[in-house]
Structure formats: C-alpha cells, structure tokens
C-alpha cells in the first residue's frame, strides 16, 4: 500500500474533522451563552398594509412577512418583559438581536431610547448586523411589565421580523461582538479576499491562455465578490433599484453557471454545445426579463427561479460523483464534501429568502440544530475561502502533474538526443571519409591533368620534333627546363596548403629570374599589397601556371631581352599583368607556334573567373588580369 497516499489520507480527513468539531464547538458556545438571556414568548406585529394595519401575534422569532414585490412598508414590533430585581443601576440591561437587517426607532415604556436609519422612500436602508441596544435604567419599570416597541421600515419584499433577546449588558456585549466578527468582519474579509484571488486566477488565465479551470474559479469567484457586495450594501437610491436588482439576478446565475461548469470540467466531461447553451439560458437568460417586467416577476424569480439554480449546482455535484466515483482521490474528496456544504449554505439562503428556514425555525431548534445557522445571515460566502483553497490544491496539483510530465519528456529527449548525437558522429565520420576520399580523387584528377596539359603535351611536343627531326638544338634546354619547371608545380602544389599565395609567388618569381638570367633575359617582378589569403591554394596553381606559360613564350618566341611580372591588390581586386619586349605576335593568325600554350592560359582563366586582356605588337606581348578578391 502506498504509504504517501495513507497518508494524505489521514491528513485530509484528520483536517475535515477538526475543522468541524471546532465549529460545532464554537456554535455550541454561543447557544449556551443565548440561554443566559431573555427570550419574549410572545410578540404583537402590527404590519401596514393598503386598507390599514394587519395585527399578528406570534411566539417566536424570527418571522417572515412575504410580499409580492418589493415596496416601502412599516411594521411595528410590541413586546413586554420584566425588569429584574436587582438593582437597577448596577444591573444594566440591553437590547440585542443576532441579525438586524431593517432600520427603524425603538421605545420603552412610551420613551425613544434608540435608532437605526430606516428605509424612505427615496433611499432603501439595509444593515445586516447584531444589535446593540443598551436599555436606560431611568425609564423601566420595577413593580409592572416593561413594554418595548420597535417601528421599522423596510423596502424589501420579504420583511423579517428578527429574534430580539435581552440580558445583562456585559453578557449582550460578548454576543455582539462574535456575531459582528461573523456577519460582519469575516464577510467583508472574504469579500476581499475573493477579489483578490479572483483577479489573480483571471490574470493567470488571460496570460496563460490555457486551463479552464482558471477561467472558472476565477470568475466564479469574481462574481461571488459582485454578488455579496451587491447584496450586502447598506444604502441604495431607489432610482436605481431595478438595475441593482438585475445585477443581482445575474451574479447569481453566473456564479452558479460557472461554479457548475468547474465542477463538470473537473469531473473530465465534455458537455454539448447545445447544453451548455440551455445552461446559458437559464441561469443568465431569464434573468433578462426582469428589465422587461421588473416587480411584476420579482417573486417568481426568488421563489422559482432561485430553486432552479440551485438544483443545477446539485446536478453537476451529482455529476462529479458519477464520472469519480471510482477513481475518488483525496481532493475530490474534499471538493466533493465541500460542494454538498455550499449547496446546504445556498438552500439556508435560499431558505431565508423564500422563507422554509424562518417559518421551520422553531421546529430546527427543537431538533439541535445551533442557533445561529437559522438565523437571517447570508452563509453562502463564508464557504468560498475553502473553495479557494481547494482549487489552488487542483492546480498546485495539475502544475504537479505539468512539471512530471515535462520532466519525463526531457529525460526521453535526453536520451533520444543522445542517440541522435551517435548518429550524426557517425554520418559525420563517414562524410569525413567520402570527403577526404573525394579530395584525394580530385587531387589525383589535378595532378594527371597538370601532366597532360603540361609536362606530358611539352614532352609528347620534344619527342614528334626529335622523330622528324625538326627539333632545334638552341631551343632544347629552354623547352627541358620549361618541363623540369612544369614538373616542379605539379609536386609543390600538392605542398602549398600551408604556404600563402604572396609566399609561393614571390619563390616562383626568385626561381625563374635565376632561370631566365641563363638565356640572357631579365626578370623584374613588383608584389604590392598582397595578403596571405587574397587567393585559395587551387587559384594560387592556376595563376602560377599562366604567370610559368607567359614566360615560356617570351623565352622560345618573342626573342625578349626583358620580362615584367606586376601583381598589385587594391583592396577589392588582386591585378596581374605579364609583359615582354619581344617581337609580339599577330592574335588573329591561326599558325600561332604557342597556339596549345595559350588554350591552356584560357582555360586557367576561365576557371579563376577573371577578366583577362592580352594585346602583341611589334614592341612586345602583354596580358592583363583582374581577379575580384572580395569574392574569394
């Protein structure tokens, strides 16, 4: 068994039991305290009505007048008590009542010793707080029945004639200050708190874009705030009531729409969009017909209206444990239990307002059941800080689940990235290999290239001449050092992968000034701002061959005495020119004894994509390229 699981187990039920005991407790106190006072046993009601007053007697409190819509109306409250005997004036006596909702005037013995601002007909006045009303020893009576009367006026539908006890002063005041702590303290505080909270899941939503269950809480939530504040507020200006009215009618229904909604989404069901639509409807679409009929429909919507709600919250209760039922965790456990808790709080409203809890009032006293939850106070909201906690509990745990499931993706895409990294150290070690084998194939394919357009054409071209006997004797050692030259580029270049372009320039230039110094003519070179890196190792053998060529015909063609080599970079173009002052030659004629040497200097050309210009005349052969450097 898993004891992590026992033991949220054990926590949460341990939790739930404390939590009650520790009410019942606390209620349990405040009855034996409320036995202490005097309770009136029997009351005379006069109400206002349109053809005069309607007289009432009753024996307990409170009590409900019901009405069919809402109205300035004045009813007055009579009972008698008897003063104790102890002495007056060390045993101060006071008025006090748990739930206090509408203003009026109370009197003793015919004297006004008391106000609460009372409904007119232009402001309606609620409170919805314990009375304190200390009684002035001056004006009771010791020896006959004190009277009590209390005026009230009230524009509500529903008018409730409040439970009125009376006691030692030190006794009333303890009592009221728990109640005011109840009704009054603890709901502005959870109303607080709920808009707090509520904007902070609706922000969390709106950036988030995601989990509906945000969404709801958040509103819901938002919406329970809207609601008590609405319902709560001590002054109205009645030019605004209906208004005041509506926006009650939907905070309900929408609180009850999305309290509904949290339930059905976290019980994992996707509801019909025409579900939901109905759903819509009754909670927020019958509302709207208040702006239509106002008054004419108040009664049906708190009677009628009110019950339907809250059988919907009962269905999606009902719902949860459905689709649950077997696989019932602690949370749902809890929300479970708290939804039926807020559904008994909801029906205590509602009682209070359509009147089975006031009118059963005494019977559920009789039964044990504490005092204070058949009292006129508004429960409903008072549960909401539990249901905030309970949903902070439901995402703590989804982000819970979130992170598990982020943690074991990352730990599968470690090890998929690990694979994938082996594969590609492979694949890269075989492209290395077909590259390194390609490069020594094209090498190879250079080099036997090299030979057949140099070395092997120059020899092939010695060896016809020797067999025709046209070969000329003077000319043999140029054209076999032209070879040995020939020869020597085709086995450095396999060498100038380390040496830069200026290097192997500068080497070749020493190398054929030396070698034309033998047959009488002289070599100058200039090299200006040349970088190491101005041409690749391929470019640099295609360039050195056209420079070995050049100089080949001025040797055994252009009978020069004098050969220039200039190479000058000006930053964005590498510029070569070769000159002679031979004998030049006609370009057109097609009996060019250099006629393969120059097919070789075209072809090296084109490979370097250069712009090439060659011009020979009587005054000796030119050639002139430009090489785009910032395209290398």
């Avoid at 992170?403 to 990235?417: M, R």
């Avoid at 003077?474 to 372009?501: H, M, T, W, Y």
């Amino acid at each position: 068994m898993d004891f992590s699981k026992t033991l949220r187990w054990v926590s949460v039920v341990s939790l739930v039991f404390l939590a009650v005991t520790w009410t019942f407790t606390a209620l349990s106190q405040i009855d034996q305290q409320l036995g202490k006072l005097y309770v009136p046993k029997v009351l005379t009601i006069l109400s206002s009505t349109d053809v005069g007053e309607q007289k009432t007697i009753v024996t307990s409190l409170p009590y409900l007048f019901q009405n069919k819509t809402s109205e300035l109306r004045s009813h007055r409250v009579s009972f008698e008590f008897d003063a104790p005997a102890e002495d007056r004036a060390t045993t101060k006596l006071a008025l006090f009542s748990p739930q206090i909702i509408h203003g009026g005037d109370f009197y003793i013995n015919g004297h006004w010793f008391f106000s609460i601002p009372a409904s007119t007909p232009s402001i309606r006045h609620t409170w919805y707080s314990p009375l304190l009303a200390p009684l002035p020893y001056d004006f009771l009576l010791s020896n006959q029945p004190n009277r009590i009367d209390i005026h009230f006026h009230s524009y509500q539908r529903g008018f409730v004639v409040p439970s009125l006890s009376l006691g030692p002063l030190d006794i009333v005041q303890e009592m009221y200050g728990k109640y005011m702590f109840i009704s009054n303290t603890l709901a502005q505080a959870s109303n607080i708190f709920c808009w707090i909270v509520g904007l902070f899941m609706l922000s969390l939503w709106f950036i988030t874009r995601s989990g509906r269950l945000f969404a709801y809480s958040g509103g819901a939530t938002i919406l329970w705030a809207t609601l008590f504040t609405l319902a709560l507020t001590p002054e109205l200006d009645l030019t605004y009531w209906q208004q005041w009215r509506f926006l009650l009618y939907i905070s309900t229904g929408g609180l009850v729409l999305l309290m509904s909604l949290f339930l059905i989404d976290y019980a994992g069901l996707r509801l019909p969009p025409y579900v939901r639509a109905l759903m819509g409807l009754s909670t927020l679409g019958i509302p709207t017909l208040f702006l239509i009929w106002g008054p004419q429909i108040e009664y049906w919507l708190d009677i009628y209206w009110t019950g339907l709600v809250i059988f919907l919250y009962v269905i999606s209760i009902g719902i949860l444990l459905f689709r649950k039922y077997r696989q019932m965790d602690a949370i749902t456990w809890v929300l479970l239990g708290y939804s039926i808790v807020a559904t008994l709080c909801a029906y205590h409203d509602y009682g209070v307002q359509a009147g089975p809890l006031i009118e059963s009032h005494a019977t559920l006293l009789a039964l044990g059941v504490p005092s204070l939850l058949l009292e006129p106070i508004f429960l409903t909201h008072f549960t909401l800080p539990a249901l905030l906690i309970i949903v902070g509990a439901i995402l703590l745990r989804v982000h819970a689940n979130n992170v598990l499931a982020i943690e074991s993706a990352n730990e599968t895409l470690e090890v998929e990235l690990i694979k994938r990294e082996q594969e590609l150290e492979r694949a890269h070690a075989e492209q290395r290999a077909v590259i390194a084998s390609n490069a020594t194939a094209e090498e190879r394919n250079r080099i036997l290239q090299d030979i057949h357009d140099g070395l092997g054409s120059r020899l092939v071209n010695l060896l016809l001449q020797a067999r025709t006997g046209q070969i000329a004797i003077k000319n043999l050692p140029i054209d076999l050092q032209a070879c040995l030259e020939d020869l020597r580029l085709i086995v450095s270049g396999q060498f100038l992968g380390d040496v830069s372009f200026k290097d192997a320039l500068e080497e070749f230039c020493q190398r054929a000034a030396r070698n034309l110094r033998g047959v009488g003519v002289l070599l100058s070179y200039e090299i200006a701002h040349v970088e190491p890196k101005d041409l690749t190792h391929q470019m640099t053998i295609h360039l050195l061959r056209i420079i070995q060529e050049m100089i080949a015909n001025t040797i055994k063609h252009a009978h020069a005495t004098e050969c220039k080599i200039r190479v000058h970079n000006n930053g964005y173009e590498l510029k070569v020119s070769v000159q002679d002052n031979g004998v030049g030659f006609d370009l057109a004629s097609d009996n060019l004894p250099m006629k393969r040497g120059m097919l070789g200097i075209h072809k090296r050309i084109k490979e370097l994509n250069a712009e090439s210009k060659l011009s020979s005349d009587a005054k000796g052969t030119r050639l002139d390229l430009v090489i785009k450097t910032n395209k290398l």
